[in-house]
């Protein structure tokens, strides 16, 4: 047993730290949080360093790394947090596309997905009945003479602003799920933000947009959800480290805030109470760590991993965000100054709790995961 | 008032002002736990007899009944409600149309809150403004059940008692009652208790937040005046004020508590300045509209010697009373809670795999926790309202309703999230729900907890008043 990061994980982690201090200090974020967000010349300076094609193997032009690799990166995005298309394109739309796209598709989406500057996907599931089941997805996609149209909206998208393109869920005739590839500026397609205490979401809108057949992923062998849910049991864990990362930081701004903030005349840090958010910050995080890094584990390989990898987001959504709260507890007044930065860790927790399933979600989804396993 | 709007308050005094005998401390105790004392008693009553230490007979049918029941029903005699049709004619004509109340404090316009100004000096006028205090000062002289009145019949407007954010009504003024002499609260609390001014509290500094006798903020006799210096931080709120109600300190090189004192500063003094903070929510204190919160700088400003409240170097006792309202005794009121109802009525409209929100059992469970929550605000704001009213001696009572509001709302903020989802962190015009506030709460929830005391002061004051782990008990500071 080994649980040491690997060498050249170990040079990622490095690489990707010393980005996210140097480009996406917290100072810096803040300041984007205000002027609009995640610009695409931010995506650029992720996707130059090979990151946007990490999971996509090097005959398609990418870097061909595990699981793993990738989570090490999103483990120092989360630090950030880094917010942006980077885990929607480069994870979840990525790793979508490797799962049912035709050798075709492939070929001509992979190798600009590997180079991130030309091509941003963002997923866009669901909608206004707002959920991870199949049975939430409720958009049509009528076929006619080798077309589709697309007529409905997509709520609560991750990262649709400033996406090229949008992988887009939809029913077709037979029942089955479709996933499409929409080139963002297909006339009738349109994108707004949804302002509020949450990061990057947006509302996907098609008003009867029409896109060729050859935009099927798959060409709608397989049912788009079966796809989905293959793909999810991969990006989910990459996801929690991303809240790994984020847990992880404030905890470290919670435990030095409660070392150097002085009270009473001494420094908060000697009352037991505020030691107890801290202890609880702590435990929250290295439980959401070892679950999240044996999910990962388990899938590069080869294991049966799907009672690990809901485990791990039930635990990392809640971890990131009860941090967070302990987090505010402790630093009080200051916590809660823009300037100061902690709310994008508390918005950006607020915004995962739910995205790819809440809590409650998963651990329904673990416990059918158990009875199949006949654990239970 | 007679007996039946006596029976909240009775048995320890009684407003109907026939002296119900029930007042007797010991013998109520003993009615309610001695049964078969109680039967006898009734008995008694009942036959007509007087009995010794008995209650008084002028007063039957209330007493008998106190004797029986507790009672947690808010009653009120028909003159009560002959007073209450009268508050709702006039809030009817008086009213003005478009009075704002946004989700989101700090969206009050400058207009919308010159309406709520406005309505407050009308309201003085009746002496509604501030009902309790005495009419000498510019209160309105009346009891605390007219007050619940007229606080109950402004929220069926959305609007509260005062209509705008005033902390010198709650927490100054109080204050000034109990420290000020007569020449200062013949001074300060017309114009207060009048709506002709508003304040500001000025505690908290960069260094002393739950410390706040740690103030580093000078004031300097010279003369007449005190000089003052320093910066002021998380001082609400929106649209300005024209008074503060400042502690400082008055003796830089003193002991610790003995170097404090407060002041009425007057904000358009020279060398007053403020700028907004950038807060991720500016906070509902005790639900008054507060907008932004400031940082105030204090550079030499001169303030007339006659405003030191309370004695120099005196202000932490001072300071004890004022901590005692904010620690949870002027917080909340008994109306129900209406980010609840809001909540309701989402999950009656709202879908999930095709069934509305309240037909799924998991929604089901954390609306019962929201509303235990909310219940047991009211319930402990009723039990803190009785005991004052009954001047019952309070200790933890304070703190504990505070701490649980706190907690209650980051709860809730919880539940929300995960009744809704993402639909409750958004506040787009179309998708986002109840105009606002329920993502309002999202962030109110985190905001909740620091103002007046952190979470974790409270349950210090808790712990010492119960005497956890000393010999002596703490008191409560000195109260009105
Ligand atoms: C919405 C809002 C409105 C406010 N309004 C006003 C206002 O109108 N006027 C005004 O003057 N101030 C106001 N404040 C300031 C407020 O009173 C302070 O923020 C609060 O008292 C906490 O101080 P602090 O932020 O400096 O935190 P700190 O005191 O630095 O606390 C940091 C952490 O240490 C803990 N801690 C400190 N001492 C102890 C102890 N002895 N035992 C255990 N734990 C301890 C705290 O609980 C907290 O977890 C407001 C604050 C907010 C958020």
């Known amino acids: 047993m080994d649980l040491s990061l690997t060498e050249s994980q170990e040079m990622l982690k490095a690489s990707a730290r010393e980005l996210v201090e140097r480009e996406f200090s917290k100072d810096n974020l803040v300041k984007k949080d205000t002027n609009g967000g995640f610009q695409p010349s931010d995506w650029k300076k992720i996707a130059d360093l090979g990151w946007a094609g990490l999971l996509i193997p090097d005959e398609f032009g990418g870097e061909g790394g595990s699981l793993t690799d990738a989570a090490v990166i999103f483990h120092e995005l989360g630090r950030g947090p880094v917010p942006g298309p980077h885990f929607s394109s480069a994870v979840l739309g990525t790793l979508t596309v490797l799962e049912g796209a035709t050798p075709e598709q492939k070929m001509s989406l992979l190798p600009r997905l590997a180079v991130g500057a030309t091509v941003v996907l963002a997923p866009a599931i669901t909608e206004s009945d707002y959920g991870w089941s199949a049975s939430q997805i409720q958009m049509k996609a009528a076929k006619r003479n080798g077309s589709y149209t697309l007529n409905g909206a997509k709520l609560f998208v991750q990262d649709a602003i400033g996406a090229t393109h949008i992988l887009c869920a939809a029913r077709l005739g037979s029942g089955k799920i479709g996933l499409f590839i929409v080139d963002a500026k297909t006339p009738g397609v349109s994108l707004r933000p949804l302002p509020g205490f949450t990061t990057g979401v947006g509302e996907v809108r098609f008003d009867r947009v029409i896109i060729h057949e050859s935009n099927l992923l798959g060409e709608g062998r397989e049912d788009g959800w079966t796809i989905l849910e293959r793909t999810l049991q991969k990006a989910i864990p990459i996801l929690c480290a991303y809240q790994v990362g984020g847990s992880e930081k404030v905890f470290e701004m919670s435990l030095e805030y409660a070392n150097t903030r002085v009270q009473f005349g001494m420094v908060i840090g000697r009352f037991q109470r505020v030691q107890d958010h801290v202890i609880e910050q702590v435990n929250q995080l290295d439980a959401a760590r070892w679950a999240t890094y044996e999910a990962l584990w388990k899938l590069d390989t080869g294991q049966p991993a799907a009672a690990s990898v809901h485990m791990a987001k039930a635990l990392a959504s809640e971890a990131y965000y009860q941090v967070c709260n302990a987090a505010h507890e402790v630093h009080a007044g200051l916590g809660i100054m823009r300037e100061y930065g902690l709310y994008l860790h508390t918005k950006m927790s607020r915004t995962l709790y739910h995205y790819l399933g809440d809590p409650k979600f998963h651990k329904r989804r673990l416990t059918n995961a158990l009875e199949a396993q006949g654990v239970i | ?480």
């Open chain 2, 1 to 480: 008032m007679s007996k039946v709007g006596c029976r909240l308050t009775c048995p320890s005094f009684s407003p109907c002002g026939r002296r119900c005998r029930m007042r007797g401390e010991t013998l109520w105790i003993r009615c309610f736990i001695n049964a078969a004392y109680r039967a006898a008693l009734i008995l008694s009553l009942l036959s007509g007899a007087r009995i010794e230490d008995g209650p008084s007979l002028s007063c039957p049918f209330t007493t008998l009944e106190r004797l029986l029941f507790m009672d947690f029903e808010l009653k009120f005699t028909p003159e009560l409600e002959g007073f209450r049709k009268k508050v709702q004619d006039w809030l009817k004509a008086n009213i003005p149309d478009g009075m704002e109340n946004p989700a989101d404090p700090v969206d009050l316009t400058l207009e919308g809150y010159n309406k709520q100004r406005a309505l407050g000096r009308k309201m003085a006028e009746l002496g509604w403004l501030y009902p309790t205090y005495p009419k000498e000062y510019g209160g309105g002289g009346l009891s605390d059940d007219e007050a619940i009145i007229i606080e109950t019949e402004l929220d069926r407007y959305d609007q509260l008692l005062p209509p705008y954010y005033d902390s010198g009504g709650k927490l100054a003024a109080a204050t000034i009652m109990v420290w000020g002499t007569d020449e200062q609260k013949r001074a300060f609390l017309p114009p207060i208790l009048t709506g002709k001014v508003r304040s500001w509290q000025l505690l908290t500094e960069p260094d002393a937040g739950s410390d706040l006798a740690n103030v580093k903020t000078t004031a300097i006799r010279d003369g007449d005046h005190y000089v003052v210096n320093g910066q002021k931080i998380f001082v609400g709120s929106a649209h300005g004020a024209e008074w503060s109600w400042m502690i400082a300190n008055t003796s830089p090189n003193g002991k610790r508590h003995e170097n404090l004192s407060w002041f009425v500063l007057p904000m358009d003094l020279p060398g007053v300045t403020w700028t907004h903070m950038d807060l991720i929510f500016a906070g509902n204190e005790s639900g008054a509209l507060s907008g932004y919160k400031n940082t105030v700088y204090l550079e030499n400003v001169r303030i007339p010697a006659f405003n030191l409240v309370g004695g120099e170097n005196n202000g932490w006792k001072v300071a004890g009373t004022h901590l005692e309202l904010e620690h949870g005794l002027m917080q909340g009121s008994l109306n129900g809670d209406r980010t609840l109802q809001k909540v309701f009525k989402v999950c009656r409209d709202l879908k999930r795999e095709g069934r509305h929100l309240l037909e799924h059992d998991d929604v089901r469970e954390e609306l019962a926790d929201l509303y235990i929550d909310s219940e047991l605000t009211r319930l402990l704001h009723l039990r803190n309202y009785w005991m004052r009213s009954a001047k019952k001696p309070m200790t933890y009572e304070g703190p504990q309703a505070y701490l649980h509001m706190k907690r209650a709302a980051l709860r809730t903020s919880k539940s929300l999230h995960k009744i809704l989802g993402p639909y409750a962190l958004t506040l787009d015009k179309e998708r986002g729900l109840e105009d606002g506030h329920i993502e309002v709460q999202q962030r109110g929830g985190i905001v909740a907890q620091h103002p007046g005391g952190t979470v974790e002061i409270q349950k210090v004051i808790i712990a010492r008043r119960l005497g956890i782990g000393r010999a002596v008990k703490e008191q409560a500071g000195v109260l009105r």
